[in-house]
């Protein structure tokens, strides 16, 4: 059986909502021209702060994807 990577799992997960916040973070990525580490970082930073205190599960990525284009937008 072969051996997977992080990057692996997180490519071909069967969670749904995972799907979406890696969807959201190549888009940065392509959008930005950021290093996909620093999108990934930043993201689940946000991501973390949303979770606190949003419960709609279904706009984090869009509101974690705003966020991060502030934070990285504004350390250019």
Known sequence: MPKHTVAD???HS???ENDLHV???DKLVHELGIPAEDVNRSYREVLDELKKDIKVKA???ILASMGV???LLKER
């Open 9 to 11: 799992f997180s490519r």
């Open 14 to 16: 069967y969670n749904k």
């Open 23 to 25: 969807h959201a973070i």
């Open 59 to 61: 706009i984090l990525p």
């Open 69 to 71: 284009k502030q934070r």
